[in-house]
């Protein structure tokens, strides 16, 4: 009877318990590194479409300024979205009423930078759960982007949650 069992090839249930327990291990070791990797992508995602904003909004500016269009108009400035909103690429979803609206919201600043006129001097962007801040310094320039902050519904959280997009001229 003993030469049967010691015939039977197989794990015993240490063996198996041992290779489980290491197995936890790892898993708890890896999912934190992970989940790292994932908000810092998630980060730079927001400043990369808060980055195409800025310069879509950058280029409107520019045109509007060799057209002569002021953008303080209204008129002007529901055009200026518009085309804003098509050279960024903006992402729509579906409204309470199944109407597609924008993804994203931001509000443009637009100014004078450097003894430059019709310059994005500023760009506060939320896609819904993330917002970022795009300033350019008045003196050299140079532009830079706030830390992302997460938004909740009601904007509790960062700077406040921007709701529509905007574009006003200094």
């Given amino acids: 009877m003993f ?49 195409s904003v800025v310069m879509a909004a950058q280029t409107t ?15 002007n400035q529901d055009s200026a979205l518009a085309q804003i909103k098509t050279l960024a690429e903006v ?4 409204d ?16 004078t930078a450097n003894g430059e006129n019709n310059v994005v001097t500023k760009v506060v962007f939320d896609d819904g759960t993330n917002m970022v801040t795009y300033t350019k310094d008045s003196t050299t320039g140079e532009g830079s982007y706030s830390k ?8 509790n959280e960062g700077t406040g949650k921007v709701s529509t997009s905007t574009i006003s001229a200094s």
Avoid: M
């Avoid at 992402?91 to 579906?94: D, E, I, Q, R, V």
């Fill in 96 to 111: 309470n009423d199944n109407k597609d609206v924008p993804a994203w919201h931001y509000q443009i600043t637009i100014g």
């Fill in 3 to 51: 030469k049967k069992l010691k015939n039977k090839k197989g794990f015993t249930l240490v063996e198996l318990i041992v290779v489980l327990v290491i197995l936890a291990i790892l898993a708890a070791l890896l999912v934190p590194a992970l989940t790292g990797y994932i908000d810092k992508a998630n980060q730079e995602k927001v400043i990369a479409e808060c980055r």
């Fill in 148 to 155: 992302v902050s997460k938004t909740d519904s009601n904007g």
């Fill in 91 to 94: 992402p729509t979803t579906k």
């Fill in 61 to 75: 500016a520019s045109e509007y300024y060799g057209l002569n269009k002021d953008l303080s108009e209204s008129g």
